[in-house]
């Protein structure tokens, strides 16, 4: 029989990454967040850029795996550029893990600091850095396991994410100094796993007073419809389907106000897959739907405008009257890398986008849309998975989150629960309701708490409608933002430069 030798770290490190996948959602085992690390953590001193290398290609390759659905069933790209494609973007993203442990164990090394003290600032402050290197992918960042746990997200409000972030790598850390203490290589970690306990318990006892303080109600709110209209994702651009697109969310909605005295109908991003703003048949049965149901619609579609001569594409949303009349426009702000536009295409002639139909979108800037006294906040598809772009609209007084996507593109993968997972946090970290309007679902209302109303099946033609509250509670993370990793940030980088300064120390000594 012959034995194929198995390098002990690597499949360790691998065990970490795999771990860690499955704390998201699906299957959503967000305990394993806690301990998922400490094998890598246990072998990273060895090979420490290797291991968490390593760790974050089996995190990325399992958590993204639907990327190949998107590229290939939808893209139309070809299976072996598709999987080409997903393991580049798995490489990149586990450079983050790898950049990480190497960090830690240098710091151990040269300046003698326990990877408990610098791990979680680490990988706060690279996680960051990926939330916004090259137009920024954040998805999956650590916090996110703990979406489905509501105590434990309340302190969302404080510092984001990126807190549940921190305290999730300082429990894998100090864990792995509790076990290198019972196999007495290590001192007994007394202050760590202190902190860790201090730090979960007040974690814990925030989440219960936030809870318990009924930070959901609100004064004023507005009885709101989601429709979902499942439309299949290989004829939404075909002009055939066009009309019959549109008689769905018509009967959908015109069913719902029957049921419901409703004050806002959504649909979702591109609902009306035709530019909305050119007069036509189609367009005036889009306005005649507020006007049969006495409610405002607020629907995703695609518009233009004329700047110098030049045709400018957005991934808008239009908010019409009860009387039929537009109110106004929002435009996406943070589009999709090769799924909206082209990055550097003056140098890359040869790439195309993913989606067809349109030509390259410009982004948009984020304005809130007044309502009845109210104001909108319009998070187009995944701007929903960035912190910042929320915190941007609350703050210029968006009184209601609203979510429109087409997760069509996901199939029936984990990618759509993921999306809403990360939604979630949005209404947390701003204390703000959010509406959520997908075409093939998951469509939801989401409390300031977190909490998950009405959610629809995926791929089901559904309406649903909630009373949601209008306007945000206090917040500290819409005050401070993204202050704290910032601060990591600078903090890194001082750590590292004090070792080649120690480095330089040591070698004009000898």
């Known amino acids: ?34 301990v998922a690390l400490v094998p890598l953590l246990l072998v990273m001193d060895k090979r420490p850029f290797h291991s968490g290398f390593t760790a974050g290609v089996a995190f990325f390759a399992l958590v993204l795996y639907w990327l190949n659905i998107v590229m290939t069933t939808y893209g139309g790209l070809h299976p072996v550029l598709s999987v080409v494609a997903y393991l580049l973007l798995v490489l990149y993203l586990a450079l983050f893990f790898g950049a990480a442990t190497w960090a830690a164990a240098r710091l151990r090394e040269k300046l003698g600091y326990s990877p408990v003290l610098t791990l979680p600032v680490l990988w706060v402050a690279l996680e960051f850095l990926r939330s916004f290197l090259f137009t920024g992918f954040p998805w999956a960042s650590l916090g996110y396991a703990l979406q489905s746990r509501l105590v434990l997200i309340q302190s969302a409000d404080l510092f984001g994410v990126y807190g549940l972030s921190f305290l999730l790598v300082l429990s894998n850390a100090a864990l792995a100094e509790g076990v290198r203490w019972l196999r007495r290589s290590r001192n007994f970690p007394g202050m760590a796993l202190g902190v860790l306990a201090v730090l979960f318990s007040a974690n814990i ?12 109600a609100r004064e004023q709110r507005l009885r709101v ?116 536009y082209v990055p550097l295409k003056r140098f890359l002639p040869f790439v195309d986008k993913l989606v067809v139909g349109i030509g390259d979108f ?20 995944y701007e929903a998975i960035f912190p910042e772009l929320a915190r941007d609209f609350v703050r210029q007084g968006s009184d209601l989150l609203i979510n429109i996507t087409n997760d069509a593109w996901f199939g029936r993968s984990s990618a759509p629960y993921q999306h809403l997972a990360m ?3 949005r209404a947390v970290e701003n204390r703000v309701w959010l509406a959520r309007a997908a075409n093939t679902g998951i469509s939801a209302f989401v409390t300031p708490s977190g909490r998950v109303l009405e959610a629809t099946p995926i791929f089901e033609t559904a309406a649903v409608a909630a009373e949601v509250g209008v306007g945000a509670g206090p917040s500290l993370y819409r005050r401070i933002g993204d202050s704290v990793p910032m601060a990591f940030m600078g903090l890194s980088v001082l750590w590292l430069v004090l070792t080649r300064r120690r480095m330089e120390s040591a070698a004009n000594g000898s």
């Not at 005649?288 to 695609?302: H, I, K, N, R, W």
């Open 1 to 34: 029989m012959i034995s194929l030798p198995i390098d002990r770290t690597a499949a360790l490190a691998a065990v970490s990454g795999l771990l860690l996948a499955l704390a998201f959602p699906r299957p959503d085992w967000a305990e394993l967040a806690w």
């Open 423 to 425: 939604s979630r946090f």
């Open 205 to 216: 006892a925030y989440g219960l007073w936030r809870m318990d303080a009924g930070g959901d």
């Open 225 to 340: 419809a989601l429709i979902q209209g499942n439309i299949d994702q290989g004829i939404k651009w075909d002009p055939a389907y066009q009309e019959e697109t549109i008689r769905i969310y018509r009967d959908l909605s015109r069913q719902v106000s029957g049921r419901e005295d409703l004050d806002l109908l959504i649909w979702p991003e591109a609902a009306t897959p035709f530019y909305f703003q050119d007069p036509s048949a189609l367009s005036q049965q889009v306005a005649q739907v507020p006007v049969e149901t006495g409610a405002f619609l607020l629907f995703g579609s695609p518009a233009y405008e004329v700047v110098n001569r030049q045709y400018e594409y957005l991934n808008s949303a239009f908010l019409l009257s009860p009387a039929g009349e537009i109110l106004g426009r929002s435009d996406k702000v943070h589009l999709v890398p090769f799924g909206e």
């Open 362 to 381: 410009s982004p948009g800037t984020v304005r809130p849309l007044p309502m009845d006294g109210a104001r909108l906040g319009i998070l187009v598809c």
